[in-house]
T-cell receptor, first 115, second 116 residues
Framework: AQSVAQPEDQVNVAEGNPLTVKCTYS??????LFWYVQYPNRGLQFLLK??????LVKGSYGFEAEFNKSQTSFHLKKPSALVSDSALYFC?????????????FGAGTRLTVKP | KAGVTQTPRYLIKTRGQQVTLSCSPI?????VSWYQQTPGQGLQFLFE???????NKGNFPGRFSGRQFSNSRSEMNVSTLELGDSALYLC???????????????FGEGSWLTVV
């Protein structure tokens, strides 16, 4: 079985401050991990993914995420938040043992960046 | 390169009717997946198609079906619509490499279905 938890429904940060959006996962085997962002009335946009190798993954728009196997976490981070980063963020996991595109998504975290 | 294209973007249907949604994947992508997004249930996997064959199916009733054509375009159909089927239906496509599941899936803008 594979699942993802995003423990925070809402994250509020001030513009210019660092942001963190949390994600923990559960898989039977080893995970592929993904972050997506959704703006109002839009589809999901891919931000970054962890496949293998370096635990720190850099993605689009200055976002990065750190894979921590011992804590089964994949938190999304950005050093300096922008108001335009305000959106809904989804973490997703796929177990490597499955050769398909059935991904499990977290419930989403709404990020609000205030000027 | 054009992204994933979904049509129609918005539609309203009456309970008991059926609906067909269409998806054109990114050029060169042969895998197409469908997801349902609702405020209560979040994002849920419906099914995935590759080379015109359904590879995997989520936990949805048989009223939800899909197919894929030889050009990789896909359609999903929902019959006997219920109020609870109101949702954003998202199509996603990816390259599918044999024996490797690290593919990124890219989403379309979605089709907003309202059942009244």
């Amino acid at each position: 079985a594979q699942s993802v938890a995003q423990p925070e429904d809402q994250v509020n940060v001030a513009e210019g401050n660092p942001l963190t959006v949390k994600c923990t996962y559960s898989v039977s085997g080893n995970p592929y991990l993904f972050w997506y962002v959704q703006y109002p009335n839009r589809g999901l946009q891919f931000l970054l993914k962890y496949i293998t190798g370096d635990n720190l993954v850099k993605g689009s728009y200055g976002f990065e995420a750190e894979f921590n196997k011992s804590q089964t976490s994949f938190h999304l981070k950005k050093p300096s938040a922008l108001v335009s980063d305000s959106a809904l963020y989804f973490c997703a996991v796929r177990d490597r043992i499955y050769n398909n595109n059935d991904m499990r998504f977290g419930a989403g975290t709404r990020l609000t960046v205030k000027p | 390169k054009a992204g994933v294209t979904q049509t129609p973007r918005y539609l309203i249907k009456t309970r008991g009717q059926q609906v067909t949604l269409s998806c054109s994947p990114i050029s060169g992508h042969r895998s197409v997946s469908w997801y349902q997004q609702t405020p209560g249930q979040g994002l849920q996997f419906l099914f995935e198609y590759f080379s015109e064959t359904q590879r995997n199916k989520g936990n949805f009733p048989g009223r939800f079906s899909g197919r894929q054509f030889s050009n990789s375009r896909s359609e999903m159909n929902v019959s006997t619509l219920e109020l609870g089927d109101s949702a954003l239906y998202l199509c996603a496509s990816s390259v599918m490499r044999q024996g490797w599941s690290g593919n990124t899936i890219y989403f379309g803008e979605g089709s907003w279905l309202t059942v009244v």
